[in-house]
């Protein structure tokens, strides 16, 4: 069982940064693959970014170059910088974790845990 808990959304003028954080309890943190969604009003829970065990990582290729995910096992931690923040970033942002044990899933369907969100908002 892990649980997730997210923090660091909140309102940034476009072109601007926001520092996302997802912080998961228990020991077997680094046997999981983390991801991290998002979803709009009205739309699908998109993946955004994930990183496998070994740190491997994938981006949607609306956030290559701007965002970065990056995992510390020691602080069971899962970071998501994102930078240069657009206002179609604007959306509910989650992270999730899957029991994966090579390489990342893409689907939200796919992924065991969730945390409960947290809101980016990119005004123009």
């Known amino acids: 069982q892990v649980q997730l808990v997210e923090s660091g959304g909140g309102l940034v003028q476009a072109g601007g940064s926001l520092r996302l954080s997802c912080a998961a309890s228990g020991r077997t943190f680094s046997s999981y693959a983390m991801g991290w969604f998002r979803q709009a009003p009205g739309k699908e829970r998109d993946i955004v970014a994930a990183i496998s065990r070994g740190s491997n990582t994938y981006y949607a290729d609306s956030v290559k170059g701007r965002f970065t995910i990056s995992r510390d096992n020691a602080k069971n931690t899962v970071i998501l910088q994102m930078n240069s923040l657009k206002p179609e970033d604007t959306a509910v942002y989650y992270c999730?974790?899957?029991?994966?044990?090579?390489?990342?899933?893409?689907?939200?369907?796919?992924?065991?845990?969730w945390g409960q969100g947290t809101q980016v908002t990119v005004s123009s």
């Open positions: 999730a974790a899957d029991n994966l044990f090579y390489g990342v899933s893409l689907t939200a369907n796919q992924y065991n845990y």
